[in-house]
């Protein structure tokens, strides 16, 4: 459970990121980890956008990431090999192709999403280390979005610290996102 001080933080938050990511971080902050809930009626989805953000330490560039979707009925499907990093306090977007656009996924069949870094050392390099500080998957049903959203986010505004999503290590490179 994150404690805050609403008044000072709304403030920090509306000036700095405003109020759509305010009301996603407040709805996200007191929900449960579980948000890939359909909605409306089911549709068939043919691509993705994810949007990688990272914290205080970066993803580096010969480091990979694997966004993978968490079916119902077809277990994990892996969307993308993401190479290249994510510098630190920055983000990355990423459209992710869904198989074959004649087969696409029902959005009702989506369980959730996994992200797991695999770390490719360099000489005199030790494991990455990553901070996801925000992640977010967008389904799209053909050239519109159609207003799937899975997503969490994890703010830094000046004194004000709210915990990351996740810090991948070689102990701990995957994070889950199930419903």
Same mark, same amino acid.
């Given at each position: +459970? ?17 109020? *759509? ?9 007191? /929900?449960?980890?579980? @948000?890939?809930? !359909? ?14 953000? /990272? ?11 694997? =966004? ?13 090999? =993401?190479?290249? #990093?994510? *510098? ?10 869904? #198989? /074959? !656009? ?9 369980? #959730?999403?996994?992200?797991? +870094? ?20 967008? #389904? ?14 994890? @703010?830094?505004? $000046?004194?004000? $610290? ?15 996102? @199930?419903?």
């Amino acid at each position: +459970m994150i404690l805050i001080r609403a008044s000072r933080l709304r403030r920090c938050v509306l000036a700095a990121v405003g109020v *759509p990511l305010l009301a996603a971080a407040l709805t996200f902050a007191g /929900s449960s980890p579980a @948000l890939a809930r !359909p909605i409306g009626e089911c549709t068939p989805l043919q691509s993705f956008q994810a949007d990688l953000g /990272s914290g205080e330490d970066d993803l580096r560039g010969n480091s990979e990431v694997i =966004i993978s979707l968490v079916t119902r009925s077809r277990g994990g499907v892996d969307l993308a090999h =993401i190479t290249g #990093g994510v *510098p630190s306090y920055e983000h990355r977007l990423i459209t992710l192709d869904y #198989g /074959s !656009p004649t087969i696409p996924v029902d959005s009702c069949d989506v369980a #959730g999403v996994t992200v797991r +870094m695999i770390s490719h050392n360099g000489v005199f390099e030790t494991t990455d280390n990553w901070d996801l500080d925000r992640f977010t998957l967008k #389904g799209f049903d053909g050239p519109s979005f159609w207003g799937f959203p899975l997503g969490r986010t994890g @703010l830094s505004i $000046s004194d004000q $610290s709210f915990p990351l999503l996740h810090r991948f290590t070689g102990h701990d490179p995957l994070w889950q996102f @199930l419903d």
